[in-house]
């Protein structure tokens, strides 16, 4: 087997990285019943893989990690389970605020904030303001995010806006309505990302995602660490991205 660093320093040489890699970071409750232990367990230890994968993008100078943390339709789940998460979430971000701030990572939330307990919430805020200034990786966590109601929520401003005759309706165009979304002013994704091999969107970034490059895998998020981030990395860089055009005129 190819060692990781060996990997690693392929991926380099090659270049052509990413700028933004978006990860649904699914399969923690396979993780945790495969091995007998409560579905809480796979969230926990699904932790040490975001750990991880941030570090790595910052050392691969990947300019935005972007990762889907609980959508708008996880509030569905079980009562018992939304709030071990929040919880988790809390105790998290309280502990890692320093350490990403040190790794000069600047922390950023998509999604409805307001509907995270006030606690998480109080801790994501502080952990923004204190990182950002930073200039290195962008960790952008999707929180109670869900991307049709990020549209709605654009078009809803914008109509607010022709309505008060501070825009007209023909200037409407696609940097229009991504300057209204959660993603301002970042890229759209180069790279999606799906652990535990369910081949769907799950209402993650539809808009952004018009051409990004998809890679699913059946490992599980808490089981994915840095050799299998190189391995889609290393996919990555295999692809070629024609944008509705011919291979000739790419070349
Ligand atoms: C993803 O893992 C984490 C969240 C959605 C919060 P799951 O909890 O969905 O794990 P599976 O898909 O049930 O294995
Ligand atoms: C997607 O995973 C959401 C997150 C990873 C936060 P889900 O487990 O919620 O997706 P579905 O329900 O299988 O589509
Ligand atoms: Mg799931």
Redesign the pocket.
């Known amino acids: 087997m190819t060692s990781v660093e060996q990997l690693r320093q392929d991926i380099t040489a090659r270049g052509d990285l990413p700028e933004h890699i978006a990860i649904?970071?699914?399969g923690n409750g396979r993780w945790a019943r495969k091995r007998m232990l409560p579905r809480v367990a796979g969230h926990r230890e699904g932790i040490n893989s975001v750990r991880k994968v941030t570090r790595i993008c910052g050392e691969l100078d990947i300019k935005h990690l972007t990762l889907?943390?609980?959508?708008t339709?996880?509030w569905n789940r079980p009562r018992k389970e939304v709030s071990a998460i929040m919880q988790l979430l809390m105790t998290t971000i309280r502990a890692e605020v320093d350490n990403l701030h040190k790794n000069n990572v600047r922390l950023t939330v998509i999604g409805q904030l307001e509907d995270i307990p006030a606690e998480a919430r109080q801790g994501m805020i502080e952990g923004m303001e204190k990182t950002a200034g930073n200039s290195g990786l962008n960790l952008n966590l999707?929180l109670s995010y869900g991307s049709r109601q990020e549209i709605i929520s654009a078009v809803r401003k914008l109509s607010g806006l022709v309505a008060k005759g501070e825009l007209s309706v023909e200037d409407i165009d696609e940097d229009v309505l991504s300057s209204q979304l959660y993603t301002a002013g970042m890229p759209d994704p180069d790279l999606l990302i799906r652990t535990?091999g369910?081949y769907?969107i799950?209402n993650?970034l539809l808009w952004q995602m018009a051409y990004t490059e998809v890679y699913i895998t059946p490992v599980f998020w808490p089981d994915f660490r840095e050799r299998e981030l190189l391995k889609a990395l290393s996919e990555y860089q295999l692809r070629e991205r024609r944008f509705g055009m011919v291979s000739e005129q790419l070349k």
């Open positions: 649904v970071m699914d889907y943390t609980f959508s339709e996880n999707a535990g369910e769907r799950s993650f």
